[in-house]
């Protein structure tokens, strides 16, 4: 290591005061893989520049370094054979006290804007790494193109360290990027990752360290100095232990796809390419209906292009769910995904194009913003999403069925005594002021389910533009039970949804209302030969009165699955995880399925 006394004292008061502290010319985060590792902050600092030299192609790889460093980490890498170049914005002078001290060292001036001199006739370089510099940018945009153009194709890699922010308040008031906004920049520029460590826990104890430093060496330093340091750095220890702050690791690669969020008109090579993949036509007024004019929020779309050409797709639709005697929160609803037959071989797990749209997907709209979507997967794609997207089955669909037989005991009509104690059950293509009475009835008696209101009703049911579908709602003296949701198909019943209030009526109201749909469908010309739908295993109360009604449960016949993928604790531990199954009601109107 070079004499630090010729450089600290033209570096910028930040990292002056980080060198004199940590007397080691790395100015930088250190690494501890456990908390009680009982490192220095020099040898910290000296971990922490192994464990990121160990992602690097080996030398003599051609390397630019972009960052505040005083020239240690560019010689060190130079040492081992690199072919280094170094981006320094710091002052003039600070550059010419690093060329002082490394005359070897080919230091450039500015940054990626305003470079003292070009860059371009030293590129294409093998490696860049952005050494938490990215700091210094307010627009990522155009850093990030400049990066692509500047790399070596087809394989060449960026290394980005970095301090990051998981809140946008906090992205306000330091100069911190979003997690999320550093990713979806270097997606749209295309790259892909290619490893990627949360090092938040193993580089935290830097600011402790640097201010027991300041504390003993308050002596030695002006106080007045150095208080402003010291309480920068508690700060930054607080937005850390808040979870408001980070520090992360990225390896990417460049790549010949682009990765972006939903921009106006996407839908149609959406549309044709989920043609080409699911061999079934969707319009785009179904598109905007489910994802557009979303009640709850959206469109929440992640693309990957090869020019004009959409080859992958993940997508989900915000819903409002209710917690557990609690209050609603908004989760989504997976929906439509796919990767395009000709580039199913791109990649392999986590580079792959699907898993490269998920992850801009879940960085986008998911971590931060709601705890677990959800979704009923099968095959392929539920092996898959074990493996790479962090997707955790929770419980098997069960398709429940009643055949004519057991429905040639049903009465046709209501009886005298029926309607002498008020019942009636109403036919209804719309949904009225009983859809909110039936929810706020019923909600606590089930658990976890979706927001049956008015509102979401409306959107689900009678917006959509592809069925027609029926409710039927069960009153007893003008006060709405319940309701059954359903359509026909061939001679089929499939009912959707059902919601009904918890009482000691409801097996006679959720009878009675099936009953009256028959009756009603039978009038109409439908013969009905069998009835069918999805229902899960909670509530017992719930599942007890389907089995009085003589349904029978199976398997669902294309083995779906209910999954999760979980954001925010609580639902990322496996006691979590058994509260869902445990709680959660749903039907196939839960899915896009129906």
Request: proline share 6%.
């Amino acid at each position: 290591m070079s004499d630090l006394s010729k450089v600290s004292p033209l570096l910028p008061p930040e990292w002056r005061f980080h060198a004199l502290l940590s007397d080691t010319a790395h100015c930088h985060v250190g690494y501890w893989s456990t908390p009680d590792s009982p490192y220095t902050l020099a040898q910290a600092q000296d971990a922490w520049f192994a464990h990121v030299c160990a992602q690097l192609m080996p030398p003599p790889a051609k390397l630019l370094l972009i960052g505040h460093d005083t020239g240690a980490h560019a010689a060190s890498l130079q040492a081992q054979g690199y072919q280094v170049s170094l981006l320094c914005p710091w002052s003039e002078t600070a550059q010419v006290a690093i060329r002082a001290q490394y005359p070897a060292l080919d230091v450039q001036t500015g940054t990626l804007s305003a470079p003292q001199t070009s860059l371009d006739a030293l590129a294409p370089f093998d490696v860049i790494w952005m050494l938490e510099s990215l700091q210094d940018y307010s627009e990522l945009a155009p850093v990030f193109r400049q990066l692509r153009a500047w790399l070596t194709p087809p394989q060449g890699r960026l290394l980005l360290t970095e301090p990051v922010s998981y809140h946008a308040h906090t992205h306000k008031i330091a100069v911190v990027h979003e997690v999320n906004e550093i990713e979806f920049y270097w997606a749209a520029a295309g790259f892909f990752v290619r490893h990627h460590e949360n090092l938040t826990a193993q580089t935290s104890p830097t600011y402790q360290q640097l201010q027991g430093a300041a504390q003993a060496a308050i002596d030695d330093l002006t106080r007045a100095e150095l208080e402003p340091q010291v309480q920068h750095w508690q700060t930054q220890q607080q937005r850390i232990d808040k979870g408001q702050m980070g520090y992360e690791l990225w390896l990417l690669e460049t790549s010949d796809y682009q990765v972006h969020g939903y921009r106006g008109g996407d839908e149609q090579a959406i549309l044709e390419t989920f043609q080409k993949v699911f061999n079934v036509s969707r319009s785009e007024k179904h598109w905007h209906w489910k994802f557009l004019r979303n009640p709850f929020g959206g469109p929440y779309v992640s693309t990957v292009w090869d020019g004009a050409l959409l080859v992958a797709h993940y997508t989900a639709y915000p819903v409002p769910l209710w917690r557990n005697g609690h209050s609603s929160v908004l989760t989504q609803q997976v929906a439509d995904i796919l990767t395009h037959p000709a580039y199913r071989g791109v990649g392999r797990g986590i580079t792959s194009l699907l898993a490269r749209a998920y992850r801009h997907f879940t960085r986008s709209y998911c971590e931060g913003h709601i705890p677990f979507f959800y979704g009923f997967l099968t095959g392929a794609h539920l092996g898959f999403g074990k493996l790479f997207l962090n997707y955790q089955p929770i419980t098997e669909v069960l398709e429940w069925r009643l055949n004519t037989e057991a429905m040639a005991h049903y009465p046709t009509c209501l009886s005298i005594s029926e309607r002498l104690l008020g019942y009636r059950v109403e036919w209804t293509e719309e949904v009225g002021e009983w859809a909110d009475l039936v929810f706020e009835q019923a909600r606590e008696a089930y658990g976890w389910l979706t927001v049956r209101s008015s509102q979401y009703l409306r959107w689900r049911y009678q917006q959509n533009p592809d069925h027609r579908y029926h409710f039927f709602v069960v009153y007893k003296r003008n006060k709405p039970l319940g309701w059954w949701l359903a359509r026909v198909e061939n001679s089929v019943l499939k009912i959707g949804d059902a919601l009904f209030v918890r009482q000691p009526q409801s097996l006679k109201a959720a009878r009675l209302g099936l009953n009256m749909a028959l009756c009603h469908l039978n009038r109409s010309g439908c013969e009905i030969r069998q009835i069918q739908g999805w229902f899960s295993q909670t509530p017992s109360w719930w599942v007890d009165i389907l089995k009085a009604l003589n349904f029978c449960p199976s398997p669902q016949p294309d083995g779906l699955t209910l999954c999760i993928s979980p954001f925010s604790s609580p639902f990322s531990k496996a006691t979590d995880l058994d509260v869902l199954r445990e709680q959660w009601y749903f039907t196939q109107g839960d899915s896009d399925l129906f």
